[in-house]
């Protein structure tokens, strides 16, 4: 079972970019998902996470207003949609699937976790 994470890349501040994370099974469709992030030097924190359905969305206070995640279960994947970005918004990013069904900023909650992708934003 994996979690691909893909759309990565560098942008410029301002600028926006759509982060996806497809599950190669549908194993995860009845688990929240969430994304986290972690910048160099730093510890990995919590970005935004969705509940199994989609009808409960979670969003650190950093990124609140500017970032959106979403889920398309058909295709297996998540989505963090990120608007507005800033320079302190440079991190690997990374997909995780919850132990249950609802939204969790806790770690500790995400038992499986996807690859991660670079996003370096400038100044």
């Known amino acids: 079972v994996q979690l691909q994470a893909s759309g990565g890349g560098l942008v410029q501040a301002g600028g926006s970019l759509r982060l996806s994370c497809a599950a190669s099974?549908?194993?995860?469709?009845?688990?929240?998902m969430g994304w986290f992030r972690q910048a160099p030097g730093k510890e990995r924190e919590f970005v935004a996470g969705i509940s199994w359905n989609g009808r409960s969305t979670y969003y650190a206070d950093s990124i609140k207003g500017r970032f959106t995640i979403s889920r398309d279960a058909a295709k297996n994947t998540v989505y963090l949609q990120m608007n507005s970005l800033k320079p302190e918004d440079t991190a690997v990013y990374f997909c995780?699937?919850?132990?249950?069904?609802?939204?969790?900023?806790?770690?500790?909650?995400?038992?499986?976790w996807g690859q991660g992708t670079l996003v370096t934003v400038s100044s």
């Open positions: 995780a699937a919850a132990r249950r069904a609802g939204t969790s900023a806790e770690l500790e909650e995400y038992n499986y």
């Open positions: 099974t549908r194993m995860f469709s009845n688990n929240g």
